[in-house]
């Protein structure tokens, strides 16, 4: 067969096909892909047993302690005065919604580690939280709404914070917007955002009654003191939804893992990709503060944790699970081993901000931005 | 797989413009890429190859004009079914840290995935093709930054190869990369099958700023000039003197290469063409 076509390179002598693909490489590449498929289970498998022993500790001990029987028993509808009040109304609740509420803040700093490449890029360092945080206490202060009202507020709060980073770093040149949010843009922006949040706290903190300027306190600090059945159920449907959302973005997302070059390539469009990630993320950080006020750092230590687990693949069921251990683990510490009770988010918060100098530090010191 | 029309170029570009807001870089430009066979870009900066390569990865959209690959328009074809037919190395590519000469050849292989798919026969098959081929099985479990610059860019040409693409571009591969390093990387890229027939050589586009080193690799040169296409043909068509004064403004005398027998670009300054001088170590030589 003669290929008839415009300035043809002549047949190459030189040219030999290809061998087949030998055995040695075929060996070592299925070795590689087995092992690193067995570490991700193993350290999924592994965190969801924590997690689930970390739950068992925060129900049945600390300083009212609850047999293993009694709880069976509890659950099962039998009713122990005392008892039956205390894990039904106050341990389990507070276990539940910490550990949803950190699955869904880890899987949003999963989302924003993995769509802006940048260690530090995590929904409570971005402005997410701070304006859930401003719009509850805004709420609070001006509207005198309470309750599930200011965790509506919270939730609008993230999302309008969000809305107006995007809306900052999105560049309006064709070619940036062809190239997907920059990181950098994205990140100053965030910084800029929470800035003005956290004014807008601090001012409307000024405004409020003793009594609710306790609430706005500890509403800020991040605390489950607020846990119910109810809003459970509210962070669990949203979590239901946005999840799933999450996982597919976070496995289309692993071209863009290598720039917007590549990522256009290997045939994926970039920039929807990452404004998906970010609104998801951002979304998933909003449900779990409004449910719980803003608990520091918890999106920003799962990715890194997760990193080390995973060696460096980027796994969405490790990040959120890290972020579910590292709450309901800060609530049993804050709530019972402290000589005082401290919010959960403190001790987050405590926990994060070493963690932020470091990747600081050592990010400065590798020359990335 | 894609119907292709075996008498059809590699990629034929009609009419085509490209650019950025205001301005207009590729200007109703028309090109044949042959099939098989490695078709070099050459010009001056900002003379738009590096734009008419986004144009080619559809990363930039057509202003006018039709692109076809393989004898079929591409408008109309998922960005996934695009990137199984022509894969891209990108400039000076940025890998995550930590991550390992396996893992990012990998990632050639997400646009053959299926929705959220694990991994295949196919796909092992694939990597450990490109990781032979470039020579880096050795290497597999190691990660980038301990490797060389040699060895990384070997890393990042396997992992286009595992995209099993019958059409590659690579967009100035061998910068950053020593004289021994450069030839290694381009024998390499001169021997790659066509991974829907083995039996024949992949079209393989490159962009390249040193002119000896295009005259040695390419069986087709295109001289891209003020968004244009200057001159295209083989080496010798191509690089002479009368194009090089017009695309680079460069004052250049070429001889072919006794070896191989490929053009030889030997650039003269002004002051070179005034004094005609010779250095004394050519004195020296030419002496003894």
Redesign the interface.
């Known amino acids: 067969m003669s290929v008839v076509s415009l300035h043809a390179p002549a047949p190459d002598g030189d040219f030999h096909p290809p061998e087949p693909v030998g055995a040695e490489a075929r060996a070592v590449v299925t070795r590689l892909r087995r092992r690193a498929g067995r570490r991700v289970v193993v350290v999924v498998l592994g965190l969801a047993l924590l997690l689930l022993a970390l739950m068992a500790v925060r129900i049945l001990l600390g300083r009212y302690t609850v047999t293993v029987g009694d709880f069976v028993a509890i659950l099962g509808g039998t009713q122990i005065p005392g008892a039956s009040f205390i894990v039904l109304e106050e341990k389990l609740p507070r276990a539940v919604i910490g550990a949803l509420a950190g699955l869904g803040l880890g899987a949003a700093g999963g989302m924003f580690r993995r769509s802006l490449r940048n260690p530090l890029a995590s929904p409570d360092v971005l402005g997410m939280t701070h304006g859930a945080a401003a719009f509850a206490v805004g709420a609070l202060a001006f509207g005198q709404l309470r309750g599930i009202q200011m965790a509506a507020a919270a939730l609008l709060g993230g999302l309008a914070a969000t809305a107006v980073v995007l809306w900052f770093s999105a560049g309006t040149r064709r070619d940036t917007r062809a190239r997907g949010i920059g990181g950098d843009r994205f990140i100053v922006a965030g910084i800029a955002v929470a800035a003005l949040a956290q004014a807008v706290v601090a001012g409307a903190m000024l405004s409020l009654s003793l009594h609710d300027l306790q609430t706005a306190a500890i509403w800020t600090a991040g605390s489950l003191n607020a846990a119910s059945w109810e809003r459970i159920t509210m962070l669990g449907v949203a979590l239901l939804v946005l999840l799933p959302v999450a996982g597919w973005i976070h496995w289309a997302m692993a071209p863009v893992d290598l720039g917007a070059d590549l990522a256009h390539g290997l045939g994926t469009r970039p920039a929807p990709l990452v404004l998906g990630a970010l609104v998801t993320g951002a979304a998933l950080a909003a449900v779990a503060t409004a449910a719980t006020g803003p608990l520091a750092f918890v999106a920003l230590m799962s990715s890194p944790i997760a990193l080390g687990l995973t060696r460096g693949r980027f796994s969405l069921p490790t990040t959120a699970l890290c972020g579910a251990c590292l709450v309901v683990l800060a609530d049993f510490v804050g709530a019972e081993l402290l000589g005082v009770t401290l919010p959960t988010g403190v001790l987050t918060g405590a926990a994060g901000a070493p963690l932020m100098l470091w990747l600081l530090l050592t990010n400065s010191r590798r020359g990335n931005t | 797989m894609i119907p292709s029309d075996?008498?059809?170029?590699a990629i034929r570009l009609r009419g085509v413009s490209l650019g950025?807001?205001d301005a207009l870089v590729v200007d109703e430009l028309d090109l044949?890429v042959?099939?098989?066979?490695?078709t070099v870009l050459i010009g001056a900066n900002g003379s738009g190859k590096t734009t008419l390569l986004r144009g080619l990865?559809?990363?930039?959209p057509l202003r006018s004009g039709s692109m076809s690959v393989l004898g079929r328009d591409t408008a109309g074809w998922?960005?996934?079914?695009?990137?199984?037919t022509?894969?891209?190395?990108?400039?000076a590519?940025?890998?995550?840290?930590?991550?390992?000469v396996?893992?990012?050849v990998?990632?050639?292989r997400?646009?053959h995935r299926r929705?959220?798919g694990?991994?295949r026969a196919d796909d092992?098959?694939a990597?450990?093709?490109a990781?032979?081929?470039t020579g880096m099985?050795e290497f597999?479990?190691r990660r980038l930054s301990e490797l060389s610059g040699g060895q990384r860019q070997r890393a990042w040409l396997a992992?286009v190869l595992a995209?099993s693409a019958p059409v590659m571009?690579l967009d100035e591969p061998t910068s950053y990369l020593d004289l021994a390093h450069q030839l290694d990387l381009m024998d390499l890229v001169r021997?790659l099958?066509d991974p829907r027939d083995?039996?024949?050589?992949a079209t393989v586009v490159m962009v390249l700023h040193e002119l000896n080193l295009a005259a040695r690799v390419a069986?087709?040169v295109v001289a891209v000039h003020g968004g244009r296409v200057a001159a295209?043909?083989?080496p010798s068509q191509v690089l002479v003197p009368e194009v090089l004064a017009d695309v680079f403004g460069l004052d250049a005398d070429v001889t072919p290469d006794p070896l191989l027998g490929h053009p030889v670009v030997m650039p003269r300054s002004v002051a070179d063409r005034r004094t005609g001088r010779i250095t004394p170590l050519e004195r020296a030589a030419s002496a003894g």
């Open positions: 075996p008498s059809a170029p950025y807001d044949d042959p099939l098989g066979g490695t990865t559809r990363q930039l998922s960005p996934r079914e695009f990137a199984r022509v894969a891209l190395l990108p400039q590519p940025v890998a995550p840290e930590g991550m390992t396996e893992q990012l990998d990632r050639g997400h646009p929705l959220l694990g991994r092992t098959e990597v450990a093709g990781l032979e081929r099985v597999a479990e992992l995209q571009l021997d099958p083995p039996s024949r050589r069986d087709h295209q043909g083989t």
